[in-house]
């Protein structure tokens, strides 16, 4: 079903472009590495719980290399495929209720 069929490929090859534009644009690199840490940076969540949201945020986002990094992580942080699913279904149910909603401002702007 995935376009990914290799994920090690595919994560191999980001990292590398990843380098690459860190060369072109280290100050970038930099910022987002450091947003990066302090969002992994939780006193209130443990870090399972933190990947399956992640996870969801990933698909709500429609990012490759986020679901790559974080479905790795939240293996590593104990977290199941069911555990995942659970995460996919709040994601795929919030994506509804937000097409459902931006519906209605379809109604609003149609007018009467």
């Known amino acids: ?9 595919y994560n191999g090859a980001a990292r590398e472009r990843g380098r690459e534009l860190n060369g072109l644009h280290p100050e970038l690199v930099k910022g987002f590495s450091a947003l ?5 940076t939780t006193k209130h969540l443990d870090a399972k719980t933190r990947e399956l949201i992640a996870l ?3 698909v709500s986002t429609r990012c490759d290399g ?3 990094a974080h479905v790795r992580k ?3 942080a104990g977290a199941s ?3 995942m ?3 996919l279904g709040v994601a795929i149910a919030l994506n509804a209720g937000a097409a459902f909603t931006y519906a209605l401002h379809v109604l609003d702007a149609a007018g009467e």
């Open 66 to 68: 986020c679901i790559d």
């Open 74 to 76: 939240a293996k590593v």
């Open 81 to 83: 495929k069911e555990e």
């Open 56 to 58: 969801a945020v990933a």
């Open 85 to 87: 699913a659970e995460a």
């Open 36 to 40: 990066s840490r302090g969002a992994a």
């Open 1 to 9: 079903m995935s376009a990914i069929k290799d994920w090690d490929a």
